[in-house]
């Protein structure tokens, strides 16, 4: 399983997640509070997209908690 996960990571990050990061970036850019210094949960963080954009906003030591089910 954790093979094919990996052999599918170049694919996504290359295509749909592309996008995804692109749309996290605008969702966040437009939240109604500044995320700056915020402590932020990413809950259901899936590919992590919104944690990223959250840390490239300055949410608190730019490392957001991310959590993903399984």
Same mark, same amino acid.
């Given at each position: 399983?954790?093979?094919?996960?990996?052999?599918?990571?170049?694919?996504?990050?290359? $295509?749909?997640?592309? !996008?995804?990061?692109?749309?996290?970036?605008?969702?966040?850019?437009?939240?109604? !509070?500044?995320?700056?210094?915020?402590?932020?949960?990413?809950?259901?963080?899936?590919? $992590?997209?919104?944690?990223?954009?959250?840390?490239?906003? $300055?949410?608190?030591?730019?490392?957001?908690?991310? !959590?993903?089910?399984?």
């Amino acid at each position: 399983m954790a093979l094919a996960y990996s052999a599918t990571g170049v694919a996504w990050e290359t $295509g749909p997640g592309r !996008i995804y990061d692109v749309l996290s970036d605008v969702l966040v850019q437009h939240s109604p !509070i500044d995320v700056r210094d915020l402590l932020m949960l990413d809950l259901g963080a899936g590919t $992590g997209a919104a944690s990223r954009a959250l840390a490239r906003a $300055g949410a608190r030591h730019r490392f957001p908690v991310a !959590i993903a089910a399984e």
